[in-house]
């Protein structure tokens, strides 16, 4: 079955999100990172979109499920590298991801992972 | 309908030097052949190149529906001629004169051909006024369209002109807006913004709204939304100079201004995306 | 307003809603849409094609380059013969949702596009047409 890889990069996951998602991918995905989050003790996700050209509604829930089964599970999320035309096209379509952290790129993102871990 | 005869036809044909003659010589009465903007040789191909296409194309199509397949060697180039004239500036009335021109030459030998058959005078004549009305209006029609092209593309080259991304600092990026927003304006400026944001490695943008004497609705909600999509994309926005009836529209609006920044000023703006950004400010002493 | 080219994609399947959107980009790109209105028009094309799929049972995308005057645009009819929609004034209030969705479905996409109409009768199917400008 076709999957998304999930690298792990120390107490950090990484997605890399490069083809355009059937409905399927999306959800398995979401099962991999919850089943890899709790296997791994991992401490945070990065999700980089930067690839996608488009990020509907089913998409975006799915953003949001899994920032929210993250901190659930002890793990922040950082949607990283959203294009331009898509963060409008969000915006217009009414969904605003409050409670997901963003940033600009992968580099960024870590950054702001490890910022939060030094906080606590 | 009604078509061109073969003896008209042929008509043309064999008195296409003394037509294009004549035709000159209208063309030159009014002016439009000796504008320096057209070359003397480039107009003389002109007419030589319409008249051959009207020839071909009476031979085999309807006089009265230039929009059949007949017709369409004469459309394409008449399109070309209207949108090259478009493009050098001219007006429609010239570009239409060109062909309207030609009635009178044209008239004038079916007058001589059919002397003694009137009503079969009568019935060319028809066909050839038809004919010469229906491709002059596709001139002018073709004529506006280059020319709403024309004006589309130089909104749009205003439009880019009228919105300056400024660097401020390492990371800070802002957009000094200047004059009354429509909503098409505020698009434009925002996207262009964001991509800035994005090519720039940009953590913090400031929209500057001093200069901007009101915004309606519709501006207003842009301007949130941009907010929206800017912090989406992981980056900071922070909107400085909001006016009192500024501030009196969005509070009306019930506009949520929750999780935005807004400063006084410019400079306070700044101040804070330093601060942010991890720079410390302070006199030399 | 005279047609151009015209064409039809199946929307039967989830593989088939990836299919619309990639037909509805490359169209959306050879119409001269920019890059923003070009990902509106795919987003909204995605909604659709997933709710055709969802609750139509399956149906298909028919489009259409259309032109106006100097202006070039894309239409697409998303059309299926499922069980249709009781209350379409309803369907259209933001919030409203039949099934898991977030409820911004109809109302969000509307937002997208600049021209968009929804007939339906129950037992009948269901037929949105959308429509975005250069």
Request: hydrophobic letters at 40%.
């Amino acid at each position: 079955m076709e999957r998304i890889p999930i690298l792990r990069m120390g107490e950090f996951l990484l997605v890399t999100i490069q083809v355009d998602m059937h409905d399927q991918l999306a959800l398995t995905l979401q099962d991999d990172l919850a089943e890899r989050i709790s296997r791994t003790s991992a401490r945070g996700v990065l999700i980089d979109i930067s690839a996608l050209d488009m990020v509907d509604s089913f998409i975006g829930r799915m953003i949001n499920t899994i920032s929210g089964l993250s901190k659930v599970m002890d793990a922040e999320t950082v949607v990283v590298g959203m294009q331009p035309a898509v963060a409008i096209t969000l915006v217009e379509l009414g969904l605003y991801l409050p409670g997901v952290s963003t940033a600009l790129n992968v580099e960024r993102g870590m950054e702001r992972l490890r910022e939060r871990l030094d906080a606590q | 309908m009604s078509t061109l005869s073969q003896r008209t036809i042929d008509a043309i044909r064999s008195n296409e030097s003394q037509l294009l003659a004549s035709w000159s010589v209208n063309l030159e009465a009014s002016g439009a052949s000796r504008d320096t903007r057209i070359g003397h040789s480039e107009f003389e191909g002109q007419t030589r190149e319409f008249l051959r296409l009207l020839v071909a194309g009476s031979a085999t199509g309807d006089t009265g529906s230039v929009a059949s397949n007949e017709w369409s060697e004469t459309r394409a180039f008449l399109e070309k001629l209207s949108r090259s004239r478009a493009l050098q500036g001219f007006d429609s009335a010239h570009t239409a004169h060109f062909i309207f021109s030609l009635k009178r030459p044209l008239f004038d030998l079916l007058q001589k051909e059919y002397a003694t058959d009137p009503a079969e005078l009568a019935n060319q004549l028809w066909a050839i006024s038809e004919m010469l009305d229906t491709l002059g209006m596709h001139t002018i029609r073709t004529f506006q369209k280059s020319r709403e092209e024309v004006i589309a593309r130089q909104q749009e080259e205003l439009l880019e002109l009228s919105t300056p991304v400024v660097k401020l600092w390492d990371g800070v990026l802002a957009l000094p807006m200047i004059g009354t927003l429509d909503s098409q304006r505020t698009q434009v400026v925002m996207e262009s913004l964001l991509q800035r944001i994005v090519d720039t490695g940009s953590e913090i943008a400031i929209i500057d709204i001093t200069g901007v004497p009101t915004v309606d609705t519709l501006v207003a909600q842009h301007l949130l939304k941009t907010v929206t999509a800017i912090r989406l994309m992981g980056a900071d926005a922070i909107i400085s100079g909001v006016r009192p009836q500024i501030a009196q529209t969005i509070v009306h609006l019930g506009l949520d201004l929750q999780g935005i920044v807004t400063k006084a000023n410019l400079a306070d703006a700044l101040a804070l995306a330093l601060k942010r950004s991890g720079y410390q400010v302070g006199k030399a002493s | 307003m005279r047609p151009e080219r015209t064409g039809s994609q199946p929307v039967r399947s989830e593989q088939d809603v990836v299919l619309a959107r990639q037909v509805a980009r490359k169209l959306a790109v050879e119409c001269g849409l920019r890059l923003v209105d070009q990902t509106k028009l795919v987003t909204a094309a995605s909604e659709l094609a997933r709710n055709t799929v969802i609750y139509g049972g399956g149906g298909d995308m028919d489009w259409e380059v259309v032109e106006e005057g100097s202006r070039k645009g894309l239409r697409l009819v998303f059309r299926d013969e499922g069980p249709g929609i009781a209350d379409v004034k309803l369907a259209m209030t933001d919030g409203w949702t039949s099934g898991n969705g977030l409820g911004l479905g109809l109302t969000g996409t509307r937002r997208l596009v600049d021209e968009f109409s929804l007939e339906s009768a129950p037992g009948v199917g269901t037929r949105v047409t959308i429509c975005k400008w250069n």
